[in-house]
């Protein structure tokens, strides 16, 4: 799947994915792969705030959910 109109969707309905510079990289029956790529993600110390993490991991499980992508 592309991600391109999902990305644009979720960039829509959810601001702060806009600002995080939300990518879907990958998505497919078995997993997701995503990335936040605004250097505002990241600290002093070249790693990602834990808030950045924690907005992303939630995004995508959003978004599996929604894709129905997440089913047992």
Same mark, same amino acid.
């Given at each position: 799947?592309?991600?391109?109109?999902?990305?644009? !969707?979720? !960039?829509?309905?959810?601001?702060?994915?806009?600002?995080?510079?939300?990518?879907?990289?990958s998505l497919t029956d078995v997993g997701i792969t995503v990335a936040g790529?605004?250097?505002?993600?990241?600290?002093g110390?070249?790693?990602a705030f834990a808030g950045?993490?924690?907005a992303i991991a939630t995004l995508s499980a959003c978004l599996r959910g929604r894709t129905g992508n997440g089913k047992r």
């Open positions: 799947m592309n991600g391109s109109p999902l990305e644009q !969707r979720i !960039r829509e309905g959810i601001p702060i994915a806009a600002q995080m510079v939300f990518r879907v990289q790529e605004s250097d505002e993600n990241h600290n110390h070249g790693t950045s993490l924690y």
